[in-house]
């Protein structure tokens, strides 16, 4: 899933080499997650890939980067995140976390060439 890398590399895991596949990227997701679990890959526990990462299913998984996008303070993106919170659905909260995050990166690429 292209979201979960998205949101991996907002949230600054570090890379890992995949344990059957050095060409696979994998993301050390350490203790910033509530809770993991890896039994669907041979991964070292915390170790996941993109597509076994759970933002888009766990709420666990989704309240740290909730938290980094309020931190950032870009309140006219992170309107959408809040108003999503609202209704209590986690599909909904996803899809306003990845815009925030892609907004987020736009600006922030912006300011960097300045």
């Not at 292209?2 to 994998?26: G, S």
């Not at 890939?49 to 766990?58: A, G, I, L, R, V």
């Not at 309020?70 to 992170?78: D, G, H, K, V, W």
Request: glycine letters at 2%; one cysteine or more; aromatic letters at 14%.
């Amino acid at each position: 899933m292209k979201e979960n890398k998205l949101i991996a590399e907002f949230m600054d895991f570090p890379t890992q080499r995949d344990a059957v596949d050095e060409d696979t990227i994998a993301y050390y997701v350490g203790e910033s997650i509530m809770h993991t679990d890896n039994t669907n890959n041979q991964n070292d526990y915390d170790v996941f890939h993109p597509e076994d990462m759970q933002f888009h299913t766990s709420w666990g998984w989704l309240m740290p980067v909730v938290q980094k996008c309020r931190q950032e303070n870009q309140l006219e993106y992170f309107d959408r995140v809040y108003y999503a919170l609202e209704e209590c659905d986690i599909n909904v909260t996803y899809k306003a976390v990845v815009k925030f995050i892609i907004e987020y990166n736009k600006t922030n690429r912006n300011y960097e060439r300045k």
